[in-house]
């Protein structure tokens, strides 16, 4: 990911630790490392933004920056976006969190995503001093997000096209989360068809063939581990001891 081309996240006058620390998690999550803070609630720095920001995103607070107002803060951005449901009377661009990070991603120089208190979200002398708008597409009976929230979403939208789009594979896993093989569902299935037979489940006689070829095939068909196999292995041996 292009360093220079970063969004820097803004918090206007949040209200709480928590959801300062919230937000550097969510920033994380996706690359984002710098946040700025103009006034908030609490001070700084606070104790339950840190408890909240949950270890590694602690660093994102330890850089953060604070700044009196916003003016102080856009120091350095050449492009801001204001995430807001309201401030249309204003004359600006509304760009929606896909179509806005991907100006970001391309001519938007230095960019910062600015986002209100949590109460009320930006005022419209917050929003003035951004070039343009982002709006989420939501519910319109029930738009408001929380501050994460926003923040993840924003963060989900610049950072889908820099990280794998596959979760990434988990490696050294346990030996007993490993994929049964064949062998092992053929047993298994041995198993229940053997002490089926004994309990009279396949029945009637003219039915039986086709009831041992249906189970044969469920059992192929699950994606059951080596742990798997042992329990249902046990789990018959308990049901059927004497």
């Keep these: 990911m292009n360093e220079l081309r970063e969004p820097v996240i803004i918090l206007v006058r949040p209200q709480m630790g928590e959801n300062i620390g919230a937000a550097a998690r969510a920033m994380l999550n996706f690359g984002l ?57 204003l004359t600006k661009p509304v760009f929606t969190p896909a179509t806005a990070m991907e100006k970001a991603r391309t001519d938007a120089g230095r960019c910062a995503i600015i986002f209100g208190p949590e109460r009320a979200g930006l ?38 096209d820099h990280l794998p789009p596959q979760p990434a594979p988990h490696h050294g896993r346990a030996e007993s989360e490993a994929p049964a093989d064949r062998i092992e ?33 469920m059992w192929s068909r699950l994606s059951l581990t080596r742990s798997d196999v042992r329990i249902l292995h046990g789990v018959l041996r308990q049901l059927t001891r004497r």
């Design 33 to 89: 490392t710098r946040m700025r803070l103009v006034d908030p609630r609490d001070g700084w720095p606070n104790p339950r933004a840190v408890a909240m920001a949950s270890g590694a995103a602690g660093r994102v607070l330890d850089q953060a920056r604070i700044y009196p107002t916003l003016a102080d803060a856009m120091e350095g951005i050449d492009f801001a976006f204001a995430t807001t449901a309201r401030g249309r009377e």
């Design 123 to 160: 005022e419209n002398e917050d929003v003035a001093r951004a070039n343009a708008i982002v709006t989420v597409p939501v519910n319109p009976e029930f738009a408001s997000l929380n501050l994460a929230q926003a923040v993840l979403l924003m963060g989900y939208e610049w950072g889908r």
């Design 185 to 217: 569902i053929e047993k298994l299935g041995d198993h229940y068809e053997e002490r089926l037979t004994e309990a009279g489940f396949f029945f009637p006689e003219t039915k039986a063939a086709t009831m041992r070829l249906n189970l044969r095939n």
